[in-house]
């Protein structure tokens, strides 16, 4: 048996076995000695580790018993060792077994190190884990062949991250309390002010948590019947108070094109060209659309529809616009509002869901038809229709974002604020006029000259209130124009040379708007002027529309009224095309658009002609639903 020294006794009891009744004695002995520098092991032994004592039990002191109590002794599992390779003898082999059995187990144990890249600097300068990982990735791209991305795509990168970070952070923060009327933020301070509140009742209803509930004054007013406008700027109206600009409201809408979301675009059918928004991309991004045309029941009487569909379908795909689906709507008698409500249903996939359009066209409208009819079978939408956004005729009503709770499988409604549109009729004349823009019933088609009279057109003028001067340079005896647009605005023709004397005379008083000698003295005037030649190659069917943005449309007949002495237009007849030169006059930003001729009232099922398409034109076509 071994003498004194630790290490030794230690080895040899591991050789002969720790429970033997040899080596049993020797481990008592030496348990107060390596007591201080054994502990007992407080992780997972590997293979490197030696053996350690732990003992399960403290020994007893000496006059407990005289025989010390022994300790028991633990090791960890260790795999096997590999099979050793015969070696030849050598006389150092054996006194160094104990050192290189460790030094070997050590060695195996510790992971061999992954070859890293060279460093370019030590310390501070050194790469970061980023530019090790951005080289390596640059450097597969280069090996398999790929181009990597040059300095400038990478800023243009960065551009588009910062434009996006900066557009999101101008999303209102949805606890902000704004009134659900008009999306205006709650506020205690100007009255009269979009938002504005009583600070009682606005402390009232925040100490009971009720904030959404409320409605500001300026709301009030609004359905009450009272013109209050609110936006200004380009795009604005002129008149009344203005809080906020039209750019404001366009940059409210900015973080609409990076967020997912189904866009609702809304069109008015009596202005198509002036609401359209051609650039929508803009605000939507490339979320997908869904076009839905409002006030269809304001057409003629007996205008077919299919028609309708058809020529909405064909200018959208003459603009280029990407739609899912074109819906003709009534939101004063619910049509159509069942199968927009059917493709939003099929579309949003858990997306919220925002409606879309220029000022004025009818969005708070159609929200509330969609609640009405959704009501029947969905209960949130049943309790939504309690805080609904506030109708008016005013355009700029909505001037935030109004979040509502409509669908009962996720995704929220948003009532966005109106497109205010600088090209529009609106936004030259004064708010207290804006009413007399807005069509009340159906509309019904004024002709000149009435099929009563032989006066011809050529050599004259008409005047459409005081908005409006088309001077016919040249014609056909039996062309006529007919007016679709507001029946408060009268039309009066006169001679082209009595044309400037007359507006003088009367602009204000019969030509209105604008309307009073106040406003008159005040008005711009017909700045604008637009030289239009129109080509027929069809007598029997209307030439063209001339379509004012925010007012209506013209229809040009080359040959609409009919001939009391059918021998007498024989060389009218026999000429299948000829040309039409009028002059418009409008105020100076309004735009005037030539367009195909709208099929409506009962004789354009008889001359308007569908599109012959291919079958791959017919898929790729949108689909419209009525």
């Not at 940059?251 to 650039?279: C, M, P, Q, T, W």
């Not at 919220?352 to 220029?358: E, P, T």
């Not at 929220?412 to 205010?420: A, C, I, S, W």
């Not at 001067?469 to 605005?489: C, I, M, N």
Request: glycine share 8%; proline share 9%; with cysteine.
């Amino acid at each position: 048996m071994p003498g004194s020294d630790p290490v030794l006794t230690l080895q040899w009891a591991e050789c002969v076995g720790y429970n033997s009744p040899a080596a049993r004695p020797c481990a008592a002995r030496l348990a107060p000695a390596t007591a201080k520098r054994i502990r007992p092991p407080t992780a997972p032994a590997t293979a490197s580790q030696s053996f350690r004592l732990s003992p399960l039990r403290s020994a007893p002191p000496p006059m407990a018993s005289a025989c010390p109590r022994p300790l028991f002794l633990s090791f960890p599992k260790s795999p096997s060792p590999p099979p050793a390779v015969p070696a030849k003898h050598h006389p150092s082999t054996t006194a160094s077994l104990s050192v290189s059995t460790r030094a070997r187990a050590a060695s195996s144990s510790a992971p061999s190190p992954s070859p890293s890249p060279p460093a370019d600097g030590v310390g501070p300068a050194a790469p970061t884990r980023g530019d090790v990982y951005l080289g390596r990735q640059l450097a597969a791209a280069a090996a398999a062949g790929a181009p990597a991305r040059a300095p400038e795509e990478d800023a243009e990168r960065r551009r588009r991250r910062k434009e996006k970070r900066k557009a999101l952070a101008k999303k209102a923060p949805s606890g902000l309390a704004c009134c659900y009327g008009c999306g205006a933020p709650l506020h205690t301070g100007e009255a009269g002010s979009p938002g504005h509140v009583e600070p009682a009742t606005y402390d009232l209803k925040k100490r009971h948590n009720q904030l959404k509930t409320v409605l500001c004054g300026r709301c009030r007013l609004l359905s009450h019947g009272h013109m209050v406008t609110a936006v200004g700027g380009h795009g604005g109206y002129p008149g009344g108070k203005q809080f906020v600009s039209a750019e404001e409201l366009r940059e409210k809408l900015s973080y609409l094109r990076h967020e997912k979301a189904l866009i609702v675009k809304l069109v008015d059918i009596v202005d198509f060209n002036g609401s359209f928004l051609a650039r929508i991309r803009d605000f939507a991004g490339a979320n997908p659309i869904v076009l839905v045309i409002t006030k269809v029941d304001l057409l003629p009487r007996d205008t077919d529809l299919n028609c309708i569909g058809d020529w909405v379908v064909e200018s959208v795909v003459r603009k280029k616009l990407n739609v899912l689906s074109v819906h003709l709507t009534s939101s004063k008698s619910l049509v159509g509002i069942t199968g927009v409500i059917s493709e939003i249903q099929q579309e949003k996939k858990a997306r919220d869901v925002y409606i879309l359009g220029s000022a004025n066209v009818g969005k708070s409208a159609f929200i509330s038809a969609m609640l009405k009819t959704m009501a029947y079978k969905d209960p949130v939408a049943a309790a939504a229709q309690k805080y609904k956004p506030i109708q008016s005729a005013v355009p700029g009503t909505t001037l935030g974002p109004i979040q509502i709770e409509a669908f009962l499988g996720g995704g929220k409604l948003y009532d966005t604020p109106g497109v205010h549109l600088h090209h529009r009729q609106a936004a030259v004349i004064h708010a207290d006029d804006l009413p007399s823009l807005a069509p009340q019933s159906r509309l019904k088609g004024r002709c000149f000259p009435a099929n009563d009279t032989d006066v011809g057109l050529s050599g004259n003028t008409l005047f459409w209130g005081g908005l409006v001067r088309v001077d016919v340079v040249k014609a056909l005896p039996r062309t006529r124009l007919t007016f679709y647009g507001p029946k408060k605005l009268s039309i009066n023709m006169v001679p082209t040379t009595e044309a400037d004397e007359f507006y003088k005379r009367e602009v204000g008083v019969t030509l209105t708007p604008p309307t009073g000698q106040e406003r008159a003295e005040g008005w711009c005037g017909l700045q604008g002027v637009r030289e239009l030649q129109i080509k027929y190659e069809e007598l029997d069917r209307p030439a063209s529309d001339i379509a004012i943005s925010g007012l209506g449309w013209i229809a040009v007949e080359p040959l609409g009224v009919p001939s009391s002495d059918p021998d007498s237009c024989v060389e009218e007849e026999g000429g299948g095309s000829g040309e039409l030169h009028l002059r418009v006059h409008v105020p100076k930003p309004v735009e005037v658009f030539v367009r195909a001729p709208l099929p409506v009232g009962k004789a354009a099922s008889q001359w308007y002609r569908y599109q012959e398409l291919t079958e791959v034109e017919e898929e790729l076509r949108p689909k419209w639903h009525y």
